[in-house]
């Protein structure tokens, strides 16, 4: 967590929760007790489904050097590209046409405008609500994170 303290969570699909299969989990929420650990059984339904899709849309654009159109573009130059384009999204965007009129100003690969947005949420540079699906071709408020 953010102040230090360490949680233990085990991930198991309801299914798989048996009579045997939960005492097991008891043994284990002993030993992290011991050891003054918050430990928790975390199932799908403990998981919003619109947060785990807005993350799976996401994850793969943390880095970007590994994203078609970055391949010849240095950290620099990355870098430059990320902070010039948060600046341009912040407030209420609609991101396909943010990163439409972006990419023809800086030259960029269509579909690279997107990308760094998603790489800004990923990366956590910015705040959206992933409570609510990520939509490119409706209005986003997007906020700048607070280090």
Same mark, same amino acid.
């Given at each position: 967590? +953010?102040?230090? =303290?360490? &949680?233990?969570? =085990?991930?198991?699909?309801? /299914?798989?929760? =048996?009579?045997?299969? %939960? ?6 929420? +002993? ?6 650990? !918050?430990?928790?059984?975390? =199932?799908?339904? /403990? ?5 785990? /899709? /807005?993350?799976?849309?996401? #994850?793969? $654009? ?10 010849? &573009? ?13 600046? #341009? %999204? &912040? ?8 990163? !439409?009129? $972006? ?6 690969? !269509? ?15 910015? #705040? ?16 700048? +994170?607070?280090?």
């Amino acid at each position: 967590m +953010r102040d230090g =303290t360490i &949680l233990c969570r =085990t991930i198991k699909q309801c /299914n798989d929760l =048996t009579k045997r299969q %939960i005492d097991k989990f008891e043994i284990e929420r +002993r030993y992290w007790d011991k050891k003054g650990i !918050s430990w928790k059984v975390v =199932t799908e339904r /403990n998981i919003d489904k619109v947060m785990a /899709n /807005n993350i799976e849309l996401v #994850y793969q $654009f943390y880095d970007l050097q590994t994203i078609k159109g970055f391949e010849k &573009l240095n950290i620099e130059q990355i870098k430059e590209l990320v902070l010039d384009f948060k600046k #341009y %999204i &912040l407030g209420k965007s609609i991101i396909r046409e943010k990163a !439409s009129d $972006f990419e023809e100003q800086m030259l960029l690969e !269509s579909g690279c405008g997107i990308s760094i947005f998603k790489h800004l949420v990923i990366t956590k540079q910015v #705040y959206i609500d992933m409570l609510i699906p990520i939509s490119i071709d409706k209005e986003i408020l997007i906020l700048e +994170r607070e280090e």
